[in-house]
């Protein structure tokens, strides 16, 4: 830098920090790092209450984990048009962090009915599995769109990478706190941290909503939207019209589902041999938050000095395609050798890339959809289409697993076989868009139709 320059007009040692790890530019600092501390309280309020979820799931019964993945599915059908329709009813601005109010009271009153003891402990374990299934793909999705409607297209290839790391290090403390605190304060008392976690997030979120709003006034390179209107159409099913309209949104969700798909498989293996594995529900506990903190521990790395840099020398399409031939090459390794040890590590590899680049790399896919593409069919894909994938694979699992675990990873990698050319084409048809044909209109907060 030129020593002559006026201090006043100098980059902070912050944001000298983030130039050199993520070229992240000094006008974008402040949104880049309440994004940061977005992800970082909502993955962590979830990632406290999640090996919480997952044990109830064994306390239902692993044999039975379809019924609670059918209810899961129901409760998305639910909540997707319900999510629209408010969107329609109340200004982003407003509505975006009060999404996180309604999950964090949602917590805490299941923390009310599990500590008054009153109601049947398996079927209240099924109910908490179900809604903790149907609002943590929710919450994720509204974060993600948020960062769609805040950063560029161009933005998001440099900075995605970076925000996820704030997700992965939630994803790292939420683990490490259930792991020291599951045996002493005990399942219940999580979900009261959990619930906590959820109004801060909400907190953040409005911080984040002023951010925006600066950027688009100072002229900063952002998306040219607003939040201070309501959603287009009062319709509750828009998401779903708005998805069925497009190819690109349709191909989007076809990834999604053979994800899901893969997903699913992976968790029925790991679930059915850490319930053989360990009788104590709090050491099932114990051992999905050791898994989670691996993952994360190796995927917040590789998102603070590697996911930039990745999708920069190698492109979106490459890192969709990562997880899928990562994934043939460990079914095949999981039908030869089907234990606790093998599984394991395929799960924390199969993951740590996952949220270091496919996820990334997927979320860039929605910069170039217009605004209410962005919030309602968005939602709908990664609700809806997610955790239908789950329950159409748990009942595909159901019908394979008898057959032993080798057969279950056979299925897995014929699935990733088919999910590889999905990648690239739906890569490719992201790398070939024009952005001036997506461009936003600033006031109305609408653009153009999405890709066709």
Known sequence: MNPSTPAETRPSPLARIFKSVAAVEAPEVRAVVLSMLFGLLLFGSYSVVKPVRDTMGTVWGVAHLNDLFTGTLFGCLLTAPLYSALAARVKLSTFLPWVYVVIGVSVLAFYGVFESGRVADRWLAAVFYVWVSTFNMLILSVFWTFMADTFSRTQAKRLFGFVAAGVTVGGIIGPTIATLLARVVGNYNLM????????????????????????????????????????????????????????????????????????????????????????????????????????????????????????????????????????????????????????????????????????????????????ESKYKAKNVIDTVVYRFGDVSAAWIGDAVLPHGLGALAVLGAVISVIWFPVAWVLGRRYETARSGELAARVGRGTAAQPVN
């Open 192 to 371: 009261l941290i959990s619930a906590i976690g959820f109004v801060l997030t909400a907190a953040v979120v409005r911080l984040l909503v002023q951010e925006k709003q600066r950027m688009l006034a100072a002229g900063v390179e952002s998306q040219q939207t607003s939040l201070a209107h309501r959603l287009g159409s009062a319709n509750p099913f828009a998401g779903f019209s708005l998805l069925l309209r497009s190819r690109y949104l349709l191909l989007l969700s076809l990834f999604l589902l053979l994800m899901s798909w893969i997903s699913t498989v992976v968790y029925l293996e790991l679930s059915d041999l850490i319930q053989h594995a360990f009788r104590n529900p709090a050491v099932r506990t114990q051992a999905y938050a050791l898994i989670d903190l691996t993952v994360n521990s190796i995927a917040v790395f590789l998102q603070l000095f590697g996911t930039g840099r990745i999708i920069a020398r190698f492109g979106v399409t490459s890192g969709l395609m990562l997880n899928p031939v990562i994934m043939v090459i460990a079914f095949l390794a999981v039908a030869f050798s089907p234990v606790l040890l093998v599984l394991g590590a395929i799960q924390v590899v199969r993951r740590a890339a996952e949220y270091a680049v496919a996820k990334p790399s997927r979320e860039m896919l929605f910069t170039v959809v217009d605004q």
